[in-house]
């Protein structure tokens, strides 16, 4: 009876003072190195099994991504019609570029980068899980996200989701390197690099510091610490951008700190015409910026102020326009099946495509459940611990999503949060394992017992 009521659920995870905290302690034990390589293992084996089946062409902005890269790598640079652009981001293209540099332009090529950009990203799930919540749910976490379908698919296409998604989760393993009290000036300044790099691949990252400052806050690192860190990392960010908004400037002369479609897509979002999801008429009646490439930083600006007037104007179908975007957010894997299987060449079989669809789907649908378990498993296991270092991916969570309550939402902008879903499904999983292995062991001690 007494080992009964000494068993607690607590012990399923860490406690604070079992997590590290200081570099030397943060350094990875070669367990945990060999787990994380074999979970980039499993993700490999399966992405270059999916490849066996499905290549897929790249089209719309992804043959826009294969373009340009040919471009920048024949020293052409980064240009429309002969004239600078700033439109899509330049991060994905460049670092195309250095693929192809290296590798030779072919298809392959750039989707095998993809392939170990997504392998490493398993990899960090692993690390991430095993930081925040120990080995086992770092494992299953980074299994999780190794087999998930809808990744598998992305990383078959030439999308900067790939590359977005590794450095966004590579931030938050920055995040959560050592305890908020001692995270320090060092961890600051790497990450705003990282989120820096993060930003000219993906502006959605460039108020990232923000949700940094507000961790820190709630995780009780103290005001003056929380201040001085996020600001370190806000002014290495904007050095590591520094030269694109250079380029730009002398470009387009305009003060443009990455690209200029951050206004178009604001409207696309918040006009009368908007669903929520990805739009864009070709009727000029209802879409005036269909010349926009054209004077791209007038057009910008004219977007973006036609946005924010909508949504003063307009503030309750803002709100339910941000639901219906959320609700895309988070319905289906349409967009990363499309985009692959879709678009492979030599077409896949109808069968292929259908039970790729419904496996996909499926698997997501569960893993989503696994995640809401775990977050409930993970505030409790936060207010009986007092531990408050899983709070990095509920900020990091919250920030991405809340920005796609203003900005137009499909499945494809899921993409860099699902991580997320994976390391809350190993939560979830863990858990579960880990009860059933102590009833298994109480069953085992009372049967020795009534032997004896």
């Known amino acids: 009876m007494a080992y009964l009521l000494a068993v607690r659920t ?49 089209a719309s902005d992804f043959a826009w991504y294969q373009r340009q890269a040919v471009s920048i790598m024949d020293g052409q640079g980064y240009r429309v019609d002969g004239h600078p652009t700033a439109y899509f981001p330049i991060g994905y293209p460049l670092f195309l570029a250095g693929v192809y540099k290296i590798a030779g332009v072919h298809w392959w090529s750039g989707v095998l980068a993809n392939v170990l950009l997504n392998t490493l990203t398993a990899g960090l799930v692993c690390r991430i899980g095993e930081q925040l919540h120990g080995l086992r749910t770092g494992v299953i976490a980074g299994l999780v996200f190794a087999i998930y379908p809808p990744h598998i698919a992305w990383s078959s296409v030439l999308c900067s989701e790939m590359l977005f998604t590794l450095l966004f989760t590579a931030i938050a393993w920055l995040w959560s390197l050592r305890a908020p009290r001692t995270w320090g000036w060092q961890l600051a300044a790497v990450s705003g690099v990282a989120t820096g790099l993060a930003s000219i691949t993906r502006p959605v990252a460039l108020l990232l510091p923000c949700a940094l400052w507000l961790y820190l806050l709630c995780a009780r690192a103290g005001w003056r610490r929380a201040t001085a860190w996020a600001l370190t990392a806000t002014l290495t960010m904007c050095l590591t951008i520094a030269p694109l908004t250079l380029r730009n400037w002398v470009g387009l002369h305009a003060f443009i700190p990455v690209s200029t479609n951050g206004g178009v897509n604001l409207w696309q ?27 791209e930083v007038n057009e910008n600006r004219e977007a973006e102020h036609m946005a924010i007037q909508y949504i003063v104007e307009h503030p309750r179908r803002t709100v339910a326009l941000g639901i219906v975007k959320w609700e895309n957010l988070f319905r289906g894997v349409d967009n990363a099946l499309f985009w692959s299987v879709g678009h492979s060449y030599p077409a896949v079989s109808p069968t292929f495509a259908h039970k790729a669809y419904v496996v996909s789907l499926w698997t997501y649908r569960i893993v989503v459940v696994l995640a809401l378990v775990g977050v409930i498993w993970e505030a409790a296991y936060m207010w009986r611990t007092k531990d408050t270092r899983p709070l990095v991916l509920w900020w990091m969570f919250a920030y991405y999503v809340g920005l ?13 949060i699902e991580p997320w879903l994976a390391l809350w499904a190993g939560v979830a999983i863990s858990a579960g394992v880990g009860r059933l292995a102590r009833r298994g062991l109480l069953a085992r001690r009372r049967r020795r017992r009534a032997e004896l």
Do not use: E
């Open 10 to 58: 607590d012990k399923l995870m860490p406690k604070p003072d079992q997590c590290p905290a200081d570099p030397a302690s943060s350094l990875p034990t070669r367990r945990t190195l060999s787990a994380c390589f074999g979970v980039m293992l499993v993700a490999l084996v399966a992405r270059l099994l999916w490849l066996h089946w499905v290549h897929p062409m790249p």
């Open 269 to 295: 979002g918040n006009n009368p015409n908007a669903n929520g999801a990805y739009f864009w008429p070709t009727d000029p009646r209802k879409n005036p910026f269909l010349n926009y490439i054209h004077d």
């Open 404 to 416: 796609f309550f203003i900005f137009p939402a499909w499945d494809r902008m899921r993409a860099p």
